[in-house]
């Protein structure tokens, strides 16, 4: 079982940025891309970013293209989700997410490992 703890979440104002943190067994680090998904209430899941394990490569959804940046730090077995820009509709609960399959994740948004969650509310 991969275990992926998500941390960072809090209430901002929009506008305002939060980042989102997401620790991994260095395993899985040195192994797998990783990635971002949402889920507001009575929505379906959104798929936010992924990146692959090397870092050279990040994929956004459509919504989230120039506020949202995905980056991992291979060696602290951390990846981030920096969020500029915040709106209300960005609420969610947030989701750190690993594939082994980058192609999977970042195209496909299908993944084998998800975490616990991390609620980002945004107000008005």
């Known amino acids: 079982q991969v275990q992926l703890a998500e941390s960072g979440g809090g209430m901002v104002q929009a506008g305002e940025s939060l980042e989102l943190s997401c620790s991994a067994d260095?395993?899985?680090?040195?192994?797998?891309?990783m990635g971002w998904f949402r889920q507001a209430p009575g929505k379906e899941p959104e798929f936010v970013a992924a990146?692959?394990?090397?870092?050279?490569?990040?994929y956004y959804g459509e919504s989230m293209k120039g506020r949202f940046t995905i980056s991992r730090d291979n060696a602290k077995n951390t990846v981030y989700l920096r969020m500029d820009s915040l709106k209300p509709e960005d609420t969610a609960i947030y989701y750190c997410?690993?594939?082994?399959?980058?192609?999977?994740?970042?195209?496909?948004?299908?993944?084998?490992?998800r975490g616990q969650g991390t609620q980002v509310t945004v107000s008005t």
């Open positions: 260095e395993r899985i680090m040195n192994t797998h891309a």
């Open positions: 997410v690993a594939d082994l399959n980058s192609l999977r994740l970042g195209m496909l948004h299908v993944y084998d490992d």
């Open positions: 990146i692959t394990w090397s870092g050279d490569e990040t």
